[in-house]
T-cell receptor, first 111, second 111 residues
Framework: EDQVTQSPEALRLQEGESSSLNCSYTVSGLRGLFWYRQDPGKGPEFLFTLYSAGEEKEKERLKATLTKKESFLHITAPKPEDSATYLCAVQASTNAGKSTFGDGTTLTVKP | EPEVTQTPSHQVTQMGQEVILRCVPISNHLYFYWYRQILGQKVEFLVSFYNNEISEKSEIFDDQFSVERPDGSNFTLKIRSTKLEDSAMYFC?????????FGEGSRLTVL
């Protein structure tokens, strides 16, 4: 069974204080690892797809990296508008696109 | 920018009643999904739909659930006899291949 574990559960940062979120996963053949952002009461918003170990993707202050066992979402010089829950999800190559999600990390950035 | 739209945004129903949640996926996407999120919990896969048929379903998706694509644009989730534990946010998602594009969700409250 595919499993995704995210840490920490919650992270509070000062504006400009860089940090990283972790996503550990086990999957029977990785089709893709995905990062999403979810604001309260809203649907998840797609951020990145990573397909193989060593791959990196960047978007504004966010950078996602992937190893064979985990992924990191690095946040550089965050701003208050980066406050949200960040979700990690995996898809196995053996299924028809089903995504397994982690519990998420709730990031709060204080001005 | 194309988006997934869901209706209703909030529905309150009595236990045992039938509920239909509606979704309009992004028009050129081929894969369609329903996920749900119970308050404070992780996003859970319910069902995937491809080429006008269910491609995978979870243990949650039992006989009280059904999905349909009645025409070229709509995608529906029907819950035949709602239970208290069906109270959740239901998200429709569509995908060109891997990454998911979610709607804003339909909040279902079963009394």
């Amino acid at each position: 069974e595919d499993q995704v574990t995210q840490s920490p559960e919650a992270l509070r940062l000062q504006e400009g204080e860089s940090s990283s979120l972790n996503c550990s996963y086990t999957v029977s053949g990785l089709r893709g690892l995905f990062w999403y952002r979810q604001d309260p009461g809203k649907g998840p918003e797609f951020l990145f797809t990573l397909y193989s170990a060593g791959e990196e993707k960047e978007k504004e202050r966010l950078k996602a990296t992937l190893t064979k066992k985990e992924s990191f979402l690095h946040i550089t010089a965050p701003k208050p508008e980066d406050s949200a829950t960040y979700l990690c999800a995996v898809q196995a190559s053996t299924n028809a696109g089903k995504s397994t999600f982690g519990d998420g990390t709730t990031l709060t950035v204080k001005p | 920018e194309p988006e997934v739209t869901q209706t209703p945004s909030h529905q309150v129903t009595q236990m045992g009643q039938e509920v239909i949640l509606r979704c309009v996926p992004i028009s050129n996407h081929l894969y369609f999904y329903w996920y749900r999120q119970i308050l404070g919990q992780k996003v859970e896969f319910l069902v995937s739909f491809y080429n006008n048929e269910i491609s995978e379903k979870s243990e949650i998706f039992d006989d009280q659930f059904s999905v349909e694509r009645p025409d070229g644009s709509n995608f529906t989730l029907k819950i035949r006899s709602t239970k208290l534990e069906d109270s959740a946010m239901y998200f429709c998602a569509s995908s060109p291949w891997g990454e998911l594009f979610f709607g804003e969700g339909s909040r279902l409250t079963v009394l």
